[in-house]
């Protein structure tokens, strides 16, 4: 059974920044693309990053590119969303997902597995 538990959430203000963790179990992740995803009140989910766990290649949604940074530590089956600069527009819940492929893939209905979701708010 595929678990993944989000954490690090919270409230900040605009330019700030925070660290989400996403930890992994009831699998071997290897052969796995792991995404994140955020959905903000009447809004639809939306692609934020993604990283192969297997040779770590990484892709961003523009809105996110060069303040996100996804990442996976291998020994701790964790993955992570470091998010800098931060703006309001940003808050949303955020969904740690997996997806049972090493392709990487922006929509949400590809992803096999997801997590509980992380709220981050963003004041200004």
């Known amino acids: 059974q595929v678990q993944l538990v989000e954490s690090g959430g919270g409230l900040v203000q605009a330019g700030g920044s925070l660290r989400l963790s996403c930890a992994a179990s009831?699998?071997?992740?290897?052969?796995?693309?792991m995404g994140w995803f955020r959905q903000a009140p009447g809004k639809e989910r939306e692609f934020v990053a993604a990283i192969r766990w297997s040779g770590g290649m990484t892709y961003y949604a523009d809105s996110v590119k060069g303040r996100f940074t996804i990442s996976r530590d291998n020994a701790k089956n964790t993955v992570y969303l470091q998010m800098n600069s931060l703006k309001p527009e940003d808050t949303a819940v955020y969904y740690c997902a997996a997806r049972r492929s090493l392709v990487i893939v922006t929509t949400p209905r590809d992803y096999d597995y997801w997590g509980q979701g992380t709220q981050v708010t963003v004041s200004s």
């Open positions: 009831g699998r071997t992740f290897s052969n796995y693309a």
